[in-house]
């Protein structure tokens, strides 16, 4: 017989569920069906919330999500601009925030108009400006696990395997500042309520340059509509990208999104990676 959660979670997960939130009842499964992440919209006493939960083997999205909640998201929250944590577990893999109404920005004309990404622009910074400090090793791990992912199995031609390798062979990495980062920043993870954008889905949040944070848009929506970098930047303020270190982001973030696309099913993700792969080898 299914589950209130539809076989989502595991006994205990649910158990634990239910104990903070009796008589729920399930409203939407918004799971993305392409790693073991459950994530369920539900209702108690007439509030929604969002259960998020992984498996044993995948503690690193959960973890990174009730980190973020525990010590950065706050800023954005006070602003109505991020969901407060509710309940969290970590030994469960098991995440309760409260439910943000709005539509996701991804697939509508707000992911193209200027005032998404002024308003884009004006939370990042709130974000990444509540703290910093000087990494002396993040750029050579960064690099480090770019390499490894091209000794996983991929679809990655031989010659650009060999150009991304020798590219990360020469690399000589400096010191950098890093800042609390959400690691998607994307339409995807951007709600609409009104005119008011919000931030969902803090799983790949870490400390990391700030730069790492405008990955995703440049290789998408800025790519596609020019005029959108410029509004981003009139709300965030001074750009802090740097020419070498920005070439040699985007080639890592190539080569990972290329391989855990294929390594994960993803066909229109991996083909965006391969894309990404020819642009940032174009540019050295």
Same mark, same amino acid.
């Given at each position: 017989? $299914?589950?209130?959660?539809?076989?989502?979670?595991?006994?205990?997960?649910? $158990?634990?569920? $239910?104990?903070?939130?009796?008589?729920?009842?399930?409203?939407?499964?918004?799971?993305?069906?392409?790693?073991?992440?459950?994530?369920?919209?539900?209702?108690?006493?007439?509030? %929604?919330?969002?259960?998020?939960?992984?498996?044993?083997?995948?503690?690193?999205?959960?973890?990174?999500?009730?980190?973020?909640?525990?010590?950065?998201?706050?800023?954005?929250?006070? %602003?109505?601009?991020?969901?407060?944590?509710?309940?969290?577990?970590?030994?469960?893999?098991?995440?309760?925030?409260? /439910? !943000?109404?709005?539509?996701?920005?991804?697939?509508?004309?707000?992911?193209?108009?200027?005032?998404?990404?002024?308003?884009?622009?004006?939370?990042?910074?709130?974000?990444?400006?509540?703290?910093?400090?000087?990494?002396?090793? /993040?750029?050579?791990?960064?690099?480090?696990?770019?390499?490894?992912?091209?000794?996983?199995?991929?679809?990655? @031609?031989?010659?650009?395997?060999?150009?991304?390798?020798?590219? &990360?062979?020469?690399?000589?990495? @400096?010191?950098?500042?890093?800042?609390?980062?959400?690691?998607?920043?994307?339409?995807?993870?951007?709600?609409?309520?009104?005119?008011?954008?919000?931030?969902?889905? &803090?799983?790949?949040?870490?400390?990391?340059?700030?730069?790492?944070?405008?990955?995703?848009?440049?290789?998408?929506?800025?790519?596609?509509?020019?005029? !959108? $970098?410029?509004?981003?930047?009139?709300? /965030?303020?001074?750009?802090?990208?740097?020419?070498?270190?920005?070439?040699?982001?985007?080639?890592?973030?190539?080569?990972?999104?290329?391989?855990?696309?294929?390594?994960?099913?993803?066909?229109?993700?991996?083909?965006?990676?391969? %894309?990404? !792969?020819?642009?940032?080898?174009?540019?050295?």
């Amino acid at each position: 017989m $299914e589950s209130w959660h539809r076989n989502r979670l595991s006994m205990r997960q649910a $158990e634990l569920v $239910e104990s903070w939130l009796p008589g729920l009842r399930l409203l939407n499964d918004l799971s993305w069906n392409i790693v073991d992440t459950a994530v369920l919209e539900v209702e108690h006493e007439r509030r %929604r919330y969002i259960v998020k939960a992984a498996g044993p083997s995948s503690h690193h999205h959960i973890g990174r999500e009730i980190e973020a909640h525990q010590s950065s998201i706050r800023v954005l929250a006070r %602003r109505n601009s991020a969901p407060n944590l509710i309940h969290s577990d970590r030994a469960l893999n098991l995440v309760v925030t409260e /439910y !943000l109404e709005g539509c996701l920005v991804e697939g509508t004309g707000a992911e193209y108009a200027t005032d998404t990404y002024v308003q884009a622009g004006i939370l990042l910074r709130a974000f990444h400006e509540q703290a910093g400090y000087a990494d002396p090793d /993040y750029e050579a791990v960064a690099t480090a696990k770019a390499v490894a992912w091209l000794d996983t199995p991929h679809r990655i @031609e031989d010659l650009v395997t060999k150009r991304a390798r020798a590219i &990360f062979g020469t690399y000589e990495p @400096e010191p950098v500042i890093v800042v609390p980062t959400h690691g998607d920043w994307q339409p995807r993870n951007w709600l609409m309520h009104g005119t008011q954008l919000r931030i969902i889905d &803090f799983g790949r949040y870490a400390l990391r340059p700030a730069a790492s944070d405008f990955c995703r848009l440049a290789v998408q929506q800025w790519r596609a509509a020019p005029q !959108l $970098e410029p509004a981003f930047f009139e709300g /965030y303020g001074a750009d802090p990208r740097d020419s070498k270190g920005w070439k040699v982001m985007l080639l890592r973030e190539a080569v990972s999104t290329a391989a855990w696309a294929y390594q994960v099913g993803d066909q229109k993700f991996e083909k965006q990676g391969h %894309r990404m !792969l020819r642009d940032a080898l174009a540019s050295f």
